[in-house]
């Protein structure tokens, strides 16, 4: 067999393994490369093989990565991320007046959209592009310049600049506020709560919220969804309560379709930040744009946040 020139698996297995690790699941890396679960299993039995180290630990989601994985990983997203923004630098030739933005579902559809035509009449010669998203990992940083995340503000590879922090705090339609009426925080545990099972680890969900406000909380309690804007929508069909991030619901409880329940309030244990990859230089468009949220979150930190509930 004729020896690889920098000793490496094959093509193929590494971008399998690549996949299987970002997604962190066999199943959906087959369905990303147009091949069965069972050939990614036998390109990573292979590759284990070869290297002689597992790579991944089966768990009750999926799959994780060993500590070598782990290394292995960041070297081949890294190489795969450089090698994509050449490819594309290549196609697109000069784009320097396009920006793309990642962020949450939640965060575009309920903060960063409703701002955004303040941006298009302020450069009109600026086309930005929005990946929206909750899984972080399926954006490939040569896809964006920027995003918006959500947690600690501690990400390889990334400069993060502080936007703002947020307050947690119960909430639900009119309809189920009236039905019960004199409820407080301590009964919270005993009413319908809608659990939102979020991809990113920093999410802060009804367990803390309510462990930071005292109350018991019976982690087999209350309905599971996929996405936070689900979530609302279900409270607000008056199946339940739901954890409220004020920057996000404050204008849907401004307009009545949500109402705070109980004076339960907690600061919010992680914070919104600006973040951009910290190997490369932002382009013209991208600083734009960074400036430009800047100012818009400068003004969001100068709206004093609630710490009760106001008396109706």
Known sequence: MVRRFYGLPSLTALATFEA???????????????????????????????????????????????????????????????????????????????????????????????????????????????????????????????????????????????????????????????????????????????????VEPGWTGWEEVLSRGGVPYHAASGRRFGKFSVALQAAMADQGLVVGWHRLVGPLVEKGDLVRFTDLVVPDPGAYYLTWNSTRALPPAALSLRDWIRGIAEEERRTPMPLARPSS
């Not at 590759?47 to 292995?72: C, D, H, N, W, Y």
């Not at 030739?93 to 559809?109: D, H, K, L, P």
């Not at 947020?166 to 189920?176: A, R």
């Open 20 to 198: 299987a690790a970002r997604h962190g699941n066999f199943t959906l890396a087959a369905a990303e490369l147009n091949v069965t679960t069972g050939a990614v299993s036998r390109q990573i039995k292979s590759m284990e093989q070869e290297i002689g180290s597992a790579l991944f630990v089966r768990t009750g989601k999926g799959v994780m990565l060993t500590a070598p994985a782990e290394q292995l990983y960041r070297a081949l997203a890294s190489g795969f991320s450089r090698a994509s923004e050449v490819v594309n630098s290549i196609k697109q030739g000069n784009s320097a007046r396009n920006v793309t933005i990642a962020c949450s579902e939640v965060f575009g559809s309920m903060w960063l959209i409703p701002r955004m035509p303040d941006f298009w009449r302020r450069f009109t010669d600026i086309s930005v592009d929005h990946l929206i998203g909750d899984n972080f990992k399926t954006f490939r940083p040569s896809q964006l310049e920027i995003r918006i995340r959500y947690g600690s503000g501690k990400w390889i590879d990334e400069t993060a600049e502080f936007l703002f922090d947020d307050c947690l705090y119960p909430v639900c339609s009119p309809g189920f506020a009236e039905r019960h009426a004199g409820a407080t925080a301590a009964d919270l545990a005993d009413l319908p709560l809608l659990n939102v099972e979020w």
